[in-house]
Nanobody, 115 residues
């Protein structure tokens, strides 16, 4: 059974940084794409960043240059380094692992950017 657990969310001032972590257990291996989605109040979920097993990364335009996704050598933990945070980054952030027809989500961690 696959389980994803996020950590590292919290309250930060505009311009600050946070680092999210996601630990995966179960049948997740290096063939899965690991990513982070977020959902702000009243908005749809959006895939913020992802990384393939080959190391190819993808970001939505609003976070390019500010967010960095990475994964550990064991391919079971993914990180999202978030710098220069803005109030519009406030959302619940979800870790994801997906390939083909499989799509696993963590329970989410709240990130609030406010002064």
């Amino acid at each position: 059974q696959v389980q994803l657990v996020e950590s590292g969310g919290g309250l930060v001032q505009p311009g600050g940084s946070l680092r999210l972590s996601c630990a995966a257990s179960g049948s997740i291996d290096s063939t899965y794409i690991l990513g982070w989605s977020r959902q702000a109040p009243g908005k749809r979920r959006e895939l913020v960043a992802s990384m393939s097993s080959g190391g190819t990364t993808s970001y939505i335009s609003s976070v390019k240059g500010r967010f960095t996704i990475s994964r550990d050598n064991a391919e079971t933990t993914t990180f999202l380094q978030m710098d220069s945070l803005k109030p519009e980054d406030t959302a619940v952030y979800y870790c994801r692992a997906f390939k083909d027809r499989e799509d696993y989500w963590g329970p989410g961690t709240q990130v609030t950017v406010s002064s």
